[in-house]
Structure formats: C-alpha cells, structure tokens
Nanobody
Framework: QVQLVESGGGLVQAGGSLRLSCEASRISFSSVAMGWFRQPPGKERQFVAAITRSGGRTVYADSVTGRFTISRDNAKNTMYLQMNNLKPEDTAVYYC????????????????WGRGTQVTVSS
C-alpha cells in the first residue's frame, strides 16, 4: 500500500527555520501532484502548499506565501517544505498528501496521507 512518511518537525523559536520532508513509497510519485497541510491544536486541517507532478508550478496559502517553499525531487520520491521566518501561529501537525494528476487545495481531493510531523514554534 501507498506510504507517505513525514520528517523534519521539531521545536523552533519564532523567526527560525525548519525543513520538512515527505518520502513516498509504493506510488508512482512523478504521476501525482502533492501537497502539505497542517492542523493546529483544536482546529481543522488547513491547506499550506501544493506542487504539480513535475514541480513546475506551486500554490500557497496566503498565510505562508513568501515564507514557505514547497519543492520535490522525483528521483528520490520525496517532497519538501522549507519553512522560514516561522511564527507561533505556524504551530501544528504538518501532513503531506498525494492527490491525482492535477494540483488541488481541498483536502477531500487527496487520496493518501502521511501520519504527520509536529512543528512547534515558541515565541
């Protein structure tokens, strides 16, 4: 079965940086668009960023635009999220997901999910 495994989360001070990774297996990675979502404590899962199959186009939530960068390496079956200038409101469990052939923002359109990695930003 398809497996997505996130890593790279942790505790960081406001203004710091983290790089999340999502390694995929048992999936034709280059055939699916991918995305990052997050779920803050007590809130619903939120869209963060998504990337096309080739990596040629990306979309971001307004709250992270200019601070986060999504990328992928199809040769390594891995997607990344570089997070800079982190803020306390970025604290959440971060999930990666695999959708279909086109880039989408809605979680309902994602077929596969990882288990998440915790990101905590202290003020």
């Amino acid at each position: 079965q398809v497996q997505l495994v996130e890593s790279g989360g942790g505790l960081v001070q406001a203004g710091g940086s983290l790089r999340l990774s999502c390694e995929a297996s048992r999936i034709s990675f280059s055939s699916v668009a991918m995305g990052w979502f997050r779920q803050p404590p007590g809130k619903e899962r939120q869209f963060v960023a998504a990337i096309t199959r080739s990596g040629g186009r990306t979309v971001y939530a307004d709250s992270v635009t200019g601070r986060f960068t999504i990328s992928r390496d199809n040769a390594k079956n891995t997607m990344y999220l570089q997070m800079n200038n982190l803020k306390p409101e970025d604290t959440a469990v971060y999930y990666c997901g695999a959708s279909g052939p086109v880039i989408v923002r809605d979680a309902i359109n994602y077929d596969y999910w990882g288990r998440g990695t915790q990101v905590t930003v202290s003020s």
